[in-house]
């Protein structure tokens, strides 16, 4: 009976891209609903470096608590999904035995995703490894390419079907066969049988047996035309470096400086190394340090780690938007619960007081009362179209990998509709047209096929 109480208990999910509006519109609604927000940002659990991470500032938060915001010190790892749905869990709990609204707000959907659902898989993360848990297997914390080797070597499949880069990934799967003892290429396998004996759609990995939700859920997406919300982010990035950005950088870098000297290892592919308007001024950071660099250089090399931040923070942005049009949407189609996914046109900022605040609060008001809800493609032209899932999520279909890897752009592709782009992409026919030129000068030695895209022999070394 608790359980059944504890899923009709209303949760209020805000999602969206990068500098949508998304945490001044959960400061809105907890406003009026008496609630209290979860932070859902991967970056947002570091404590400090407020530019860096896009913090809130606290007096743009008007007193509402903000939960899992600042909780983890610098020389920690990012959490794993396991250890934020059981952090997220506790909080909720937390608020509603207050008898306040949680409100869950973040730009890192994989967590939002683990939360909404009854993932089976991460609900046995959550049971098996406590986040103090010391016996977490050593291994985990190994370098993505070591998590790869003992991947493959236990469960070859799931190996082949990630990128090499994708630790989260190929962690995630590595754990599974450490905590279940079976491979997750087999349990997912027989989800995926089981669901197509019943008639249901099949779910990606990342939503795998996660046919309901975990509790009553209305999810708002702010979202915004693409060429308006590039324009704002590069806006923003300028307006970071106006606030301090170079401030921080500095401060990260100090703090690495001091490990390294105290003789620490650090891993900085992983963690707040990673975080975009860090990585990118590195260049910059080090000419600074050596003190013979030219103004003008400093300069150039200033206006390039800006060029890339914006470019890094645009490339986010847009991973974010497929993220939720592909993999949450199908999702929330697959759980039957369409008719609480909204989206919100925040393009036009004069209105966006209107377009995505009110009707945001119009909607929560509605939800709380289990009144009935509007059509979520009645909102706006944009909620119509996007609203739209851009493609099937083909995640968890195995007959429907097929891993494949370009040598002249060093890119590795793992499905075929990857390929398909890829092949397709400017910047591979470039690539091709320039190989095709050595091959014709005598400074490659194969001749490509037509059919055949992949250069199976490096050009020659000068």
């Not at 396991?82 to 949680?102: D, H, M, T, Y």
């Not at 190929?170 to 754990?175: G, T």
């Not at 997406?221 to 606030?243: C, E, F, H, P, Y």
């Not at 690539?431 to 022999?457: C, D, H």
């Amino acid at each position: 009976m608790a359980n059944n109480i504890a899923a009709r208990a209303p949760l209020v999910a805000v999602v969206g891209a990068t500098g949508t509006g998304k945490s001044e519109l959960a400061v809105n609604i907890a406003r009026k609903f008496n609630g209290e927000i979860i932070n859902g940002d991967a970056m947002q659990l570091y404590e400090g470096l407020p530019i860096i991470t896009n913090k809130m500032p606290e007096d743009e938060r008007a007193g509402i608590p903000h939960h899992l915001l600042g909780c983890i010190g610098l020389n920690e790892e990012t959490w794993t999904v396991g250890n934020f749905v059981s952090n997220a869990l506790a909080k909720i709990s937390e608020i509603r035995a207050r008898g306040r609204l949680p409100i869950l707000v973040g730009g890192t959907h994989y967590y939002t995703q683990s939360l909404l659902f009854n993932d089976a898989l991460a609900n046995k993360s959550q049971d098996e490894e406590p986040v103090s848990n010391p016996e977490r297997p050593a291994i985990l914390e190994e370098s993505t390419e070591v998590l790869l080797a003992k991947l493959r070597e236990v469960d070859p499949v799931m190996a082949d079907r990630w990128h090499p880069n994708d630790r989260r990934k190929i962690q995630r799967s590595l754990e599974i066969w450490l905590q279940t003892g079976r491979k997750a290429s087999d349990i997912y396998e027989e989800q995926r049988t089981r669901r197509e004996a019943s008639g249901q759609e099949v779910l990606s990995d990342e939503a795998q047996d996660a046919s309901l939700l975990r509790m009553r859920t209305l999810v708002l997406w702010v979202g915004a035309q693409s060429d308006t919300l590039s324009k704002r982010l590069d806006a923003r990035v300028d307006k970071m470096v106006t606030q301090g950005l170079l401030d921080e950088v500095s401060t990260l870098s100090e703090f690495y400086d001091s490990r390294i000297a105290d003789g620490e290892s650090i891993d900085t592919t992983r963690g707040i190394w990673v975080a975009i308007g860090y990585k990118e001024f590195l260049d910059y950071q080090a000419a600074l340090r050596k003190g013979d660099t030219s103004p003008k250089q400093l300069n150039k090399l200033l206006a390039e780690a800006i060029e890339k931040t914006k470019a890094g923070t645009r490339q986010y942005a847009k991973r974010q938007i497929r993220w939720i049009r592909i993999k949450l949407n199908n999702a929330i189609d697959t759980a039957g619960a369409k008719g609480s996914f909204f989206m919100l046109d925040g393009s036009d900022l004069a209105s966006w007081n209107q377009n995505v605040s009110e009707t945001g609060l119009d909607l929560v008001d509605s939800f709380l009362k289990e009144d009935t809800l509007p059509d979520p493609a009645s909102l706006s032209p944009l909620a119509a179209e996007m609203l739209t899932a851009s493609k099937p999520d083909t995640s968890a279909r195995s007959d429907l990998w097929s891993r494949k890897h370009c040598e002249v752009c060093n890119t590795t592709s793992v499905t075929e509709s990857d390929w398909t782009i890829h092949v397709n992409s400017k910047r591979h026919k470039k690539a091709m047209s320039s190989q095709r030129k050595r091959v014709l000068n005598g400074t490659a030695q194969t001749v490509i096929s037509p059919k055949q895209e992949v250069i199976e022999e490096q050009p020659k070394e000068d």
